[in-house]
């Protein structure tokens, strides 16, 4: 039997879950301002969550604690079986360009471009980013 589970991964940002949700290409649903949205799980079960990610008969929910963070939280089982991918594998990938997009975020907000981007061969992405001064 299924159910439930907590992925292992705490994040702060949002906006760049979004972000890291589209260039996963995966379609999700945002709850509006005080609202909730259902996540699908084993035999009609519902999770209430601020972001559904549809992944088939099964959704990954992205939930929101309240307390600045959210958990990603899934019925993986289902998730694995009907869609492929396991949570170590989803994990992995939104784990990367969520912070991918944390860190961009961050240099923007702080007056810094991005002024070259390279993929690695070991997967990683390295960042080059340059503040002007005044003149």
Known sequence: MSHFTKCALKLTNLAAIKKALADMELQF???????????????????????????????VGVVDNQDGTFDITADWWGVETTKGVSEEEFKHQLSQRYQYHNVKQACEEKGYAVEEEVNEEDGSIRLVVRKWGAE
């Open 29 to 59: 649903t945002e709850a509006e301002q005080g609202q909730s949205v259902n996540v699908r799980g084993y035999r009609g079960d519902k999770l209430q969550a601020a972001i559904s990610v549809d992944m088939g008969r099964y959704d």
